[in-house]
């Protein structure tokens, strides 16, 4: 169907829809049925099959399955069969992480997807794209991805960036009219919005006519298909650290089987206890565990309205030292509210049961200038309201731009509805608000057929374009003296932070519409101003202090008067006594240098534009910050590209300022930033937490074989306590960990420096010691036992299992802090908790079980045994926890002398 070539009534009738009302909810099921979601193909996952093999595909797992095979041949089948069934179940366990990791992707995939806005039972609503069937009714506007194929019924100044599509580098515009001609391009197809394409000015109402894989883009979905890249720069150093590790442990690995041999110690009981070392002392889980704890952080990110659209932000969060923050909607409720209105000499304060002037309740129809006002207000609005509960609009549901909605509710608190004021004027063209122009206008014929140019925007620009001025009911010359009345009115309203917005009109005279806004928006007849305040958000300001305590300078930009914006910051605790307020003509005339002096001193950015934006990120990362930087609109979108991390308002953002940056608020809440960040230092601190961990734990295990082998000892532990130590300790602490709280001082410290090592401030030594620690006690309660009973060398070896185990079991706990493990509560993480009577139970079930003795080549311990083996693994940790203690109070009594 070349739906181009068709008038919007051949439109709407063959796709069997109305365009004053929509599609109903039965309507849309059906076709969703039978046409699809509206999405691209996703890229084929792998089976779940070949993700369970991979977790075979390791090198040392592929030489120790050789190795059981080999004991099997020697007639050594139960400890065959045994490490075949814990090399299984390290699989299994690697495969449910996998899935786990792509399910959290999926989801966030799900989350970030865009909305539409389209006409349901008669009624606008947003709802996910991938909703959308082919007959729906969309409204665009500047910035919306357009996520199905249209044809346009009505179009504003609407241009249509098509270069995914069409290679067209110059934004297209568009028109609603029908198209003549057999076989037009796409490129050419005026009347046509394209799916994957970008709304970069004006907006437009069209018919969904085809979607998903039906689309142009579906032909060549290949195109668009988006793919989440798991490896993040911290998995990246980690494969890197993971090759030196392996390299070290093979080394230290090949240094025990050697040892052995020489000392008469069978080649074969060598080899695979070699082999079973060098599988539980390589660290060849960590990129995965990260993968997995990254995704779980995601999730409580989630839960938390913060959407994570790229991994590598969550690590970037955590080194944030200053977030430059939008104030409308982010700092402030977003709820505008006119509650002031003058007029050349006339003062009006808006209340909710009507206007007042000096405390008298005045009747608009009685005072022109004031019916002008809040009238004019309403015509160049695209904000629409379904009032209920009577002619006061108790209850009002409304949509729209929050400025616009805050106009409509003025005129209906001043009796004035907007369906009797649009139903008089009949709208001809539109000229659209964008953030350069700083103004919208509309041109009106009204049922006496009187043309009118009807124009709002900032009172600055009006000022600049307007030579009259309507002065009680008459139109007079826009004197110096008026210029000077109307200037203290806008400082008097920006001092009690009120918004402002100045309307203007022109009478048009003849049959001929203008076409350029700029020279149709000359010499406008300036009406008056409605003042209106976004009240800052009570959250925001405790959300700014914490951030001000985490070293995380909090920086408002937008583009009210300076006024305005310093009276909210000073309300929020932004702006300190020695912070600078910058407008933005002051920073367009600064160069970079002289920018990047000043950057530092400067707290509040006013009257700024997305160009500006773009500027203030750069010279704040040339003074060494790493800045988050919020946004919503079309030209945020550099500024949110540029920044270390992007952030796109979820209700608010337009789909382009959402696809630049890395994370979406999902409430647009200032709040929401600083929780985001903590749960990015927490997850980069449970990361160091189980690297920590699991290294100090396999330090451990290589050194009490190598200690021994120097010492010319009985093998201490055989190939399959071994990897049941791997199993048993390795996996679900570490994973625990990863589900660690945030420490109570995670946002008391300083912003990580992104340059900063994995074992930085002192994981390194802490590793070292604690690993050496673990192999010494584990080797001490091995010798004792053998001094007690040198013939029961079972007993020797279960005793220095069960030490090593509850070594490392105990020292998971010291892990969970930076200090010691006397700085947290060890009861607060319930899953460490399980975890570690999990790892007990099954270390006990292979002491105690009789049909497993013989399979771990362990025995029975009584309780004198126990106390050996408890007091011993207790050592690492408390040991150093009491020298932490130490250095700590010998740090006061230094400080108390000096």
């Known amino acids: ?147 199905a194929d249209i044809r346009l019924i009505e179009a504003n100044g609407l241009y249509i960036e098509e270069s995914a599509l069409t290679g067209e580098s110059v934004p297209s515009e568009k028109q609603a009219d029908m198209l003549k001609g057999e076989d ?30 039906k689309t142009e883009m579906g032909k060549i979905a290949h ?24 390299a070290a442990a093979l080394l230290l690995t090949a240094l025990v089987v050697i040892l052995g041999v020489m000392q008469g110690q069978p080649p074969y009981i060598m080899f695979l206890s070699g082999v079973s070392l060098a599988v539980a002392a390589i660290p060849e889980g960590l990129p995965a565990i990260v993968t997995v704890v990254l995704a779980l952080g995601v999730q409580r990110m989630i839960k938390r309205k913060a959407i994570v659209r790229k991994l590598p932000a969550v690590e970037t969060l955590g080194c944030a030292s200053v977030i430059c923050s939008d104030k409308t909607g982010t700092l402030t409720q977003n709820q505008m509210t006119v509650t002031a209105l003058w007029s050349w000499g006339n003062h009006w304060s808006v209340q909710e049961n009507g206007i007042y002037k000096q405390n008298q309740k005045v009747k608009v129809s009685q005072s022109l200038p004031l019916t002008k006002l809040l009238s004019y207000g309403v015509l160049c609005n695209h904000a629409e309201i379904e009032i209920k ?120 005279k003849g049959p001929v519409l203008p076409h350029d806004a700029e020279e149709a928006e000359k010499n406008l007849v300036l009406v008056g101003i409605q003042g209106m305040i976004d009240p800052p958000r009570p959250e925001a300001k405790k959300a700014i202090e914490e951030c001000r305590e985490a070293g995380i300078k909090t920086i408002m930009i937008t583009g009210d008067h300076a006024a305005t914006a310093t009276a909210i910051a000073k309300d929020l605790r932004l702006l300190p006594s020695h912070g600078k307020v910058m407008e933005g003509k002051t920073l367009s005339k600064m160069d970079d240098g002289q920018l990047e002096k000043e950057v530092n001193r400067v707290y509040v950015y006013a009257r700024v534009t997305p160009e500006h934006k773009l500027r203030i990120v750069k010279a704040l990362q040339n003074q060494g910050h790493i800045v988050a930087m919020t946004g919503d609109g079309v030209n945020d979108a550099p500024a949110l590209k540029a920044s270390d991390i992007g952030v796109a308002m979820g209700k608010t953002g337009t789909d382009v300022a959402k696809e630049a940056s890395s994370l979406i608020l999902a409430d647009d809440n200032f709040a929401t930033i600083k929780a985001a960040i903590k749960e990015g230092r927490n997850i980069y601190d449970n990361i160091r937490k189980f690297i920590r961990y699991m290294l100090a734990s396999n330090v451990g295990e290589i050194l009490v074989m190598l200690f021994a082998m120097m010492l010319g000892l009985p093998l201490p532990l055989v190939a399959i306590q071994i990897l049941w130590i791997n199993l048993v300790t390795d996996g679900l602490p570490a994973m625990a960990l990863g589900l660690d709280k945030a420490e109570g001082d995670v ?29 010494l006690v584990t080797l001490a309660a091995f010798m004792t036992s053998l001094h007690f009973a040198p013939d029961d060398l079972t007993k020797a070896q279960t ?39 999990s790892s007990i139970i099954l270390m006990a079930v292979v002491i105690y079980a009789p049909v497993l003795q013989p399979v771990f080549h362990t025995t029975d311990l009584n309780v004198r045994e126990w106390a050996l083996v408890l007091g011993l693994a207790a050592i690492p940790t408390v040991a150093l926890a009491g020298n932490h203690v130490f250095q700590r109070s010998h740090a006061r009594r230094s400080k108390r002398k000096k």
């Open 223 to 246: 195109l668009l298909q988006e793919t989440i890249t798991l490896a993040t720069p911290l998995q990246r150093k980690l494969e890197q650290l993971g090759k030196v590790l392996i």
């Open 747 to 775: 946002m008391k410290r300083s912003p990580r420096h992104p340059g900063e090592g994995i074992f930085a401030r002192g994981l390194g030594w802490k590793i070292v010691s604690r690993g050496i620690l673990i192999g």
């Open 1 to 147: 169907m070349k739906w181009y070539k068709l008038s919007p009534s051949e439109v709407e009738k063959g796709l069997s829809t109305s365009i004053h009302g929509g599609l109903g909810d039965k309507e849309v099921k059906k076709r969703l049925e039978k046409v699809g979601y509206n999405k691209l193909s996703d890229k084929k996952k792998r089976p779940w099959w070949i993700l369970f093999i991979q977790q075979f595909k390791d090198f040392m797992v592929l030489v120790l399955l050789a190795a059981t095979i080999i004991s099997g041949l020697l007639g050594e089948f139960v400890d065959a069969i045994t490490i075949m069934i814990i090399v299984m179940i390290n699989g299994v366990l690697g495969f449910i992480q996998e899935i786990k990791a792509e399910k959290s992707l999926d989801a966030l995939k799900d989350l970030a997807a865009p909305q539409m806005t389209v006409k349901r039972n008669g009624e606008w609503k947003s709802i996910p794209s991938v909703q959308a069937v082919p007959g729906d009714i969309v409204k665009i506007q500047s910035g919306d991805r357009i996520s």
């Open 389 to 508: 509960g009577g002619r006061q609009g108790n209850k009002q549901k409304v949509t729209g731009d929050p400025t616009e909605a805050a106009m409509v509710k003025a005129a209906i608190q001043g009796d004035i509805h907007p369906a009797n004021v649009r139903e008089h004027f009949k709208i001809l063209k539109e000229f659209p608000f964008d953030s350069e122009r700083k103004r919208m206008s509309v041109i009106v014929e009204s049922k006496e057929g009187r043309k009118l140019l009807v124009t709002k925007g900032a009172p600055d620009v009006l000022l600049d374009r307007a030579n009259s001025c309507e002065y009680n009911g008459k139109v007079e010359a826009l004197t110096s003296f008026r210029k000077q009345e109307i200037e203290k009115a806008l400082g008097a309203m920006a001092n009690s932070a009120l918004r402002t917005i100045a309307i203007g009109y022109k009478e048009l």
């Open 184 to 213: 037009i391009e796409l490129a050419d197809q005026s009347n046509m919005a394209f799916t994957g394409t970008m709304v970069t000015r004006g907006s437009g109402i069209g018919v969904i006519i085809s979607t998903g894989m």
């Open 799 to 837: 005793i220095a299992f069960a030490t090593l185990v509850m070594a490392q079991l105990i020292h998971v706990f010291d892990c969970r802090s930076e200090h010691s493990v006397f700085h947290r509560n060890p009861f607060e993480n319930v899953y460490l908790v399980f975890a570690v009577l």
